[in-house]
């Protein structure tokens, strides 16, 4: 999943995703720790070090790409095969960079991928957090849910109800 790709939708326009490299794993793991703190203190979770390490525990090069915009880091996203769907993880955009259609441009391109595979594609987000509407927009559903994480599935094709920004 993780290849040169070039879209310019004109609400997101100057985006492309690169392959990640292991050089990437700190950038990654900061901008991890950044995205999820509001979030992770409201359900008494946050944890300076454990935010971070949990990424390094999971980073996998060959399936994660770099979102760079106008050639500076934007985010990441990461897509890999498990349990007979694929695991949409470690989709983290910069502050600065939320809010204005580019999540919703990559989470369309990296779907179109998955679609084309026939794949189902699963996450997890963090009860309460604001990503769960960008993936509801998309097509995905709840699948389960406990008091920490919301799992949502979104089965190949499904129609993403407005194609409003994220």
């Known amino acids: 999943m993780a290849v040169a790709a070039r879209i310019t939708p004109t609400h997101a326009a100057g985006w492309v995703l690169r392959s990640a490299v292991a050089a990437d794993i700190e950038m990654i793991a900061e901008?991890?720790?950044?995205?999820?703190?509001?979030?992770?203190?409201?359900?008494?979770r946050y944890d300076e070090h454990r935010v971070r390490q949990r990424?390094?525990?999971?980073?996998?090069?060959?399936?994660?790409?770099?979102?760079?915009?106008?050639?500076?880091?934007?985010?990441?996203?990461?897509v890999r095969p498990a349990e007979g769907r694929q695991w949409l993880e470690h989709f983290y955009?910069?502050?600065?960079?939320?809010?204005?259609?580019?999540?919703?441009?990559?989470?369309?391109?990296?779907?179109?991928?998955?679609?084309?595979?026939?794949?189902?594609v699963g996450l997890n987000v963090l009860q309460g957090s604001a990503a769960r509407r960008l993936y509801e927009r998309h097509g995905f559903v709840v699948e389960a849910q406990d008091p920490i994480?919301?799992?949502?599935?979104?089965?190949?094709g499904a129609m993403a109800s407005t194609p409003a920004k994220a």
């Open 93 to 120: 955009l910069a502050p600065h960079r939320q809010s204005r259609g580019l999540g919703s441009a990559v989470l369309r391109t990296v779907l179109e991928r998955t679609d084309a595979q026939g794949m189902t």
């Open 55 to 78: 990424l390094r525990d999971s980073f996998s090069p060959q399936h994660t790409s770099i979102i760079m915009f106008d050639r500076e880091l934007a985010g990441c996203v990461t």
């Open 149 to 156: 994480d919301i799992f949502m599935v979104r089965p190949p």
């Open 31 to 44: 901008l991890r720790a950044t995205v999820m703190r509001a979030d992770l203190e409201r359900l008494g």
